[in-house]
C-alpha cells in the first residue's frame, strides 16, 4: 500500500482544514486506516484511527469533537476533517494504514504503511 497524503497549509486559529490520504497499490479497504502527527522535538502521537467498514472511529482526546475521520473505499481514500483548529495542532501529519489487526490502534509502531505526510500550521 502507498499512501499519499495531501491538504495541509497555513490556517489562523479557529478555522478549518480537510486533509486527504489517497493510497494505491494494494487496496486499503480492509486496511486500518490512521492519522499520526508531529511536532518538531515530540513524539508522533496518535490523532485518528478509522476501522476497515468506516463504522468504528477512534480519537485522541486532544481533538475530540474538533475533528472528524472518514474513508471512502470506493475510492481507496481517507479524510481528516479538522475544525476549530488551535496553535497546539500545528504539525506535520500522517496517514498509516494498518492490514494485520482486527481493530486500530492508537500505536504508531503497530502500523505498516505511511504517507509522506503534510504540513499544518495554526497561527494564533
Known amino acids: 500500500v502507498q499512501l499519499q497524503a495531501s491538504g495541509g497549509g497555513l490556517v489562523q486559529a479557529g478555522g478549518s482544514l480537510r486533509l486527504s490520504c489517497a493510497a494505491s497499490?494494494?487496496?486499503?479497504?480492509?486496511?486500518?486506516m490512521a492519522w499520526f502527527r508531529q511536532a518538531p522535538g515530540k513524539e508522533r502521537e496518535f490523532v485518528s484511527a478509522?476501522?476497515?467498514?468506516?463504522?468504528?472511529?477512534y480519537y485522541a482526546d486532544s481533538v475530540k469533537g474538533r475533528f472528524t475521520i472518514s474513508r471512502d473505499n470506493a475510492k481507496n481514500a481517507v479524510y481528516l476533517q479538522m475544525n476549530r483548529l488551535k496553535p497546539e495542532d500545528t504539525a506535520v501529519y500522517y496517514c498509516?494504514?494498518?492490514?494485520?489487526?482486527?481493530?486500530?490502534?492508537?500505536?504508531?509502531?503497530?502500523?505498516?504503511?505511511w504517507g509522506q505526510g503534510t504540513q499544518v500550521t495554526v497561527s494564533s
Open positions: 497499490g494494494r487496496t486499503s479497504r480492509n486496511a486500518n
Open positions: 498509516a494504514a494498518d492490514r494485520s489487526r482486527a481493530w486500530p490502534s492508537r500505536a504508531y509502531r503497530d502500523y505498516d504503511y
Open positions: 478509522i476501522s476497515p467498514s468506516g463504522v468504528s472511529t
